[in-house]
């Protein structure tokens, strides 16, 4: 069973906050990646990293930025949030192969 | 670069019978593919992957999928539905060559079942 962990679940905040969205697995993978899911719509890739210090942009253009200092721990941060981040934010990670493990994701609301 | 084609964005069926999901990829050579479902408010849970062999597969919870090359195609089937498998359905490809596109997944729409009593 897959152990990746993200929190909080659900968020509702103000516009113009710092927010941080944290993703954690203990399965010492060493690929993680960001997914960002509208309501009714596919995922889109939106970061990913191939291991500590290495973070890379993905399919989809994203004003989060994301570090990975450690292993285990791929978080997410927004400066200023906006409306416009109103999402869902599904963190995963994988190993060898092909196959991602997924969290249960963030619901995030700006107001 | 790769796509994903799920045609259905919504299917109702009524519990006990069949299903089958459909999934249409675009991708230059064998790709790997997979199918993910996706329950309200929950992260996505993988059912079952092709990535060479067998051209159909087993997964979870009685789902089956066949890759059929010739129509860039992987299906998604189940004999006969539960009304737990009420869910979002997730049809993905990964690159299988080098480079920076290894491992990373391209989604498809998501097809939403509905299941009648």
């Known amino acids: 069973e897959a152990d990746i962990y993200q929190t909080p679940r659900y968020l509702v905040i103000g516009t113009g906050k710092k927010i941080t969205l944290e993703c954690s697995q203990t399965?010492?993978?060493?690929?993680m990646y960001w997914y960002q899911q509208d309501p009714g719509m596919e995922l889109h890739l939106i970061h990913y990293?191939?291991?500590?210090?290495?973070?890379e942009k993905g399919d989809l253009s994203s004003e989060s930025t994301v570090s990975r200092i450690r292993t285990e721990h791929f978080p997410l941060t927004l400066e200023s949030a906006r409306p416009s981040h109103t999402s869902q934010y599904l963190c995963a990670s994988r190993r060898f192969g092909n196959e991602q493990f997924f969290g249960p994701g963030t619901r995030l609301t700006v107001l | 670069a790769q796509s994903v084609t799920q045609p259905d964005i919504h299917i109702t069926v009524s519990e006990g019978a069949s299903l089958e999901l459909r999934c249409n990829y675009s991708?230059?050579?064998?790709?790997?593919l997979f199918w993910y479902v996706q329950s309200p408010g929950q992260g996505l849970q993988l059912l079952l992957k092709y990535f060479s062999g067998d051209t159909l597969v087993q997964g979870i919870k009685g789902f089956e999928a066949e890759f059929k090359r010739s129509q860039s195609s992987f299906n998604l089937r189940k004999p006969s539905v539960h009304w737990s498998d009420a869910a979002e359905y997730f049809c993905a490809v990964a690159a299988n060559a080098g480079g920076t596109s290894y491992g990373k997944l391209t989604f498809g729409q998501g097809t939403i079942l509905t299941v009648h009593p």
């Open positions: 399965m010492g993978h060493d690929k």
């Open positions: 990293s191939y291991g500590v210090n290495s973070t």
């Open positions: 991708y230059g050579a064998t790709p790997y």
